[in-house]
């Protein structure tokens, strides 16, 4: 019991120490690496995006939250699309929804391959819509 008591005033002492002892730290903003590309630096050392910090609770809020992002991402799309000068096309394959993203121009040593991305979890908090 003794020891207990000693343990439980002990983790007092250093929980009210801990917390009387702390201090708010200005942010600070750390160079890039060197390894970094020019192309990538932008996206590493701009701001977060302005969802990064939302924690929804409830499922018609994970639902919202999940809707807001995917309007501003179908925004970017034909910007993207036009960049990276490939065509889009929905398709289904063995009845799942598939996008079939063919590059316009394709080198000859990459005409005979195929890539197959899967992605099973984009919709696991959006499943029953």
Do not use: C
Not at 12 to 29: D, G, I, P, R
Not at 50 to 78: G, M, R, S
Not at 79 to 101: D, H, P, W
């Amino acid at each position: 019991m003794k020891f207990k008591f000693t343990a439980l005033v002990f983790m007092l002492t250093f929980v009210q120490t801990t917390l009387a002892n702390t201090a708010v730290v200005a942010v600070q903003h750390f160079p890039n690496p060197s390894t970094m590309s020019q192309a990538l630096q932008p996206l590493v050392s701009g701001e977060p995006s302005p969802f990064w910090n939302d924690h929804p609770k409830i499922n018609a809020e994970w639902h919202k939250w999940v809707d807001t992002i995917a309007a501003q991402t179908l925004k970017t799309l034909p910007t993207l699309k036009e960049r990276m000068q490939v065509s889009v096309t929905a398709t289904q394959l063995g009845n799942v929804n598939a996008f079939m993203v063919t590059s316009k121009t394709i080198a000859p040593y990459n005409q005979n391959r195929i890539l197959l991305h899967y992605n099973s979890h984009s919709r696991r908090y959006h499943h029953d819509k």
